[in-house]
C-alpha cells in the first residue's frame, strides 16, 4: 500500500474518532433515557393512577403492571429499529422506512410529525405543571393558577437556557441530574419500605367482581403506567448525535426500561405501604376544589414528621421532574428537522450545516413555544392528550410496521443491526395492549370528554393534510410514475 494511501487512512480514521468525540456516550445515552422516565413517573402518578380506577385503591398496579410488560416488549421494537437506522428524528426516520420510503411511508411519517405538535409538546409541559403543582407545598399562593402557569413558564425558560449549548454540554447536564434522580428512587424505596405495612395495599373486595369492572380498572391504569415509562428510548430522537449508535441505543433502550419498570413497581410498593391511599386520595379526584400537594411531599412528611426534611425532598423531585423534562425536550426537537431535512416539512426546520454541535434553533424555538400553551391547562388533560395521540401513531405503528417490513423485506436487503428475541412475539403483545388503552380513552359517548373523539378529528385531519400537500407537490400519491417531484429532488441535500 502506498504512503500516500495510508495517510488518506489515517486522516479518515482521525475524522471519524473526532466525529464520534463530540457524540453522546452510552453513560450519556443511558442517563438521557432514565432522566426522562424516572422525572414524568411515580413521583407524579401515584395518587392519580390510585384515584383513577372504580373503586380507588392500589389494585391500580394490576393495570400499571401491565402497562410496565407492555412497554418492556416496546424497548425491543425501539433498540430493533434504532439499531438499524441510527438517525436524528427517531420514529420518524423508523416509520419512513418500514413502511417504504418513497409510498405508506410518505403518510404514515407525515402523521408521526402531525401528532407529535400535540403529544411532544404535551409530554413536556406535563413535567412543568408537576412542578408548580409539587411547590404548593410551600405556599398556598401557588394554589392560584395565574402562579401555577407562571411557575410552569419559568421552569421552561430555564430548560431553555440549558438546551441552547453544545450537545457534549447538554450530555454531562443530564448526567448530573439523572444522578440527583437516583437518590430520589433510593431514597423513597428505602424509606417506604423501613416503615411498610401490608394492610394499607390491600385490594377493595369489591374491585375485581366482574370481567367489565376489571377490564375498567386496567384501561384506567395502564394510561398512566405508559405515562411514566415514556423516556426510555429518548435518545432515538437524537441516534445521529450518539456514539457507535448500532450497539449503544439498543442496549441503552431495553437496559433502562426493563431496569426502571422494575424500579417503579418498588416505588409504587413502597410509597403506598407506609402512606395508606385513603389519607391522600381524594384531593386528587376531578371534583377537588384546589391543587392537590405532590405525593413525594405527603410521604416524607407522614414518614419522618419533619415539614423541614419534607420542603428539601420537595425541591430535590422538582429538580427531578425538570431534568426529565430537559431530557424529553431534547430529543423531540430533532423531529421536525428530519422532518425538513427530507422535504415532509417546512424548510425553515431544515439544519443549516450537518456539522452543528448545538440544537436546531428553529425547532428548539417552535417547540418551546408549543410547550408553553400547554402550560396553560390541567395536568390530567395534558397527560390524557398525550398518551392518547402517542399510542396509535407511534406505538402501534412502529410495531405493526416492524412485523411488515420484516416479511416483506428480504433479509439481506435489511440494514444491520440488532435483533429482538422471540420476534414476532414482543410485536403483537406491545399492539394488543396499547391499541387497548388507545379504544379505552375517554369519550363523550362514555359520558366523559371527547378525547377520543377529538383525538380521532385530529388524525383525520392530519391526513386530509397529508393529502391536499402530496397533491401540490405531486409526490405519492399522486406523482406521475417514473418521474421525481421538486420536493423530492431538493429534499436530497438534507440527506443522510
Not at 404535551?122 to 402562579?147: K, M, Q
Request: glycine share 8%; hydrophobic share 50%.
Amino acid at each position: 500500500m502506498s504512503a500516500g494511501v495510508q495517510a488518506q487512512i489515517k486522516k479518515a480514521d482521525v475524522g471519524g474518532d473526532d466525529a464520534e468525540k463530540g457524540k453522546l456516550t452510552l453513560l450519556q445515552a443511558v442517563a438521557m433515557n432514565t432522566m426522562n422516565m424516572f422525572g414524568t413517573g411515580p413521583l407524579i402518578t401515584i395518587p392519580y393512577c390510585i384515584a383513577a380506577v372504580d373503586p380507588m385503591g392500589p389494585h391500580a398496579m394490576l393495570g400499571y403492571g401491565i402497562a410496565c410488560i407492555a412497554c418492556m416488549c416496546d424497548s425491543m421494537i425501539w433498540g430493533e429499529i434504532g439499531s438499524m437506522w441510527p438517525d436524528n428524528g427517531g420514529s420518524y426516520v423508523y416509520l419512513r422506512e418500514l413502511y417504504g420510503r418513497e409510498t405508506w411511508g410518505r403518510m404514515v411519517s407525515f402523521m408521526f410529525v402531525w401528532q407529535f405538535f400535540i403529544s411532544g409538546p404535551a409530554e413536556a409541559a406535563s413535567g412543568f405543571i408537576a412542578i408548580a403543582e409539587y411547590l404548593v407545598y410551600f405556599s398556598p399562593d401557588t394554589i392560584i393558577y395565574g402562579y401555577r402557569v407562571l411557575i410552569s413558564l419559568s421552569m421552561l425558560a430555564i430548560c431553555f437556557v440549558l438546551m441552547a449549548r453544545k450537545i457534549t454540554d447538554i450530555g454531562i447536564a443530564a448526567l448530573v441530574m439523572s444522578g440527583i434522580t437516583a437518590v430520589a428512587m433510593a431514597y423513597t424505596i428505602i424509606s417506604g419500605f423501613s416503615d411498610w405495612h401490608a394492610d394499607y395495599i390491600k385490594t377493595p373486595p369489591e374491585a375485581f367482581k366482574s370481567a367489565s369492572k376489571t377490564l375498567w380498572i386496567i384501561a384506567a391504569a395502564t394510561r398512566f403506567g405508559v405515562y411514566d415509562m415514556t423516556g426510555y428510548y429518548d435518545v432515538c430522537f437524537m441516534g445521529g448525535e450518539v456514539q457507535n449508535a448500532k450497539k449503544t441505543i439498543p442496549l441503552s433502550c431495553v437496559a433502562t426500561c426493563c431496569s426502571v419498570a422494575v424500579i417503579y413497581i418498588l416505588v409504587y410498593v413502597a410509597v403506598l405501604g407506609n402512606l395508606p391511599w385513603t389519607s391522600f386520595v381524594d384531593m386528587y379526584v376531578d371534583d377537588y376544589d384546589g391543587v392537590p400537594l405532590g405525593i413525594m411531599s405527603l410521604f416524607t412528611e407522614n414518614r419522618f414528621n419533619s415539614k423541614a426534611l419534607a420542603y428539601f425532598v420537595t425541591i430535590v423531585v422538582c429538580i427531578t421532574i425538570f431534568g426529565s423534562t430537559f431530557a424529553m425536550l431534547c430529543g423531540f426537537v430533532f423531529i421536525p428537522v428530519s422532518a425538513a431535512r427530507d422535504g415532509y416539512f417546512f424548510s425553515a426546520f431544515a439544519p443549516k450545516s450537518q456539522n452543528s454541535d448545538a440544537l436546531p434553533v428553529v425547532s428548539l424555538c417552535t417547540i418551546m413555544g408549543l410547550t408553553a400553551m400547554w402550560c396553560f391547562f390541567s395536568l390530567d388533560l395534558v397527560i390524557d392528550a398525550m398518551t392518547t395521540m402517542i399510542v396509535l401513531v407511534m406505538f402501534c405503528g412502529q410495531s405493526a410496521g416492524l412485523v411488515y417490513y420484516r416479511y416483506r423485506m428480504p433479509l439481506e436487503d435489511q440494514p444491520n443491526g440488532w435483533r429482538m428475541p422471540l420476534f414476532p412475539l414482543p410485536c403483537i403483545i406491545q399492539f394488543i395492549i396499547f391499541f387497548f388503552i388507545f379504544i379505552t380513552t375517554d369519550s363523550a359517548i362514555g359520558g366523559g370528554d371527547p378525547i377520543l373523539e377529538l383525538s380521532i378529528a385530529f388524525l383525520f385531519l392530519g391526513a386530509f393534510m397529508f393529502l391536499a400537500r402530496s397533491k401540490y407537490h405531486q409526490t405519492w400519491p399522486f406523482s406521475p410514475k417514473n418521474e421525481r417531484s421538486e420536493i423530492e429532488k431538493n429534499s436530497e441535500q438534507y440527506s443522510v
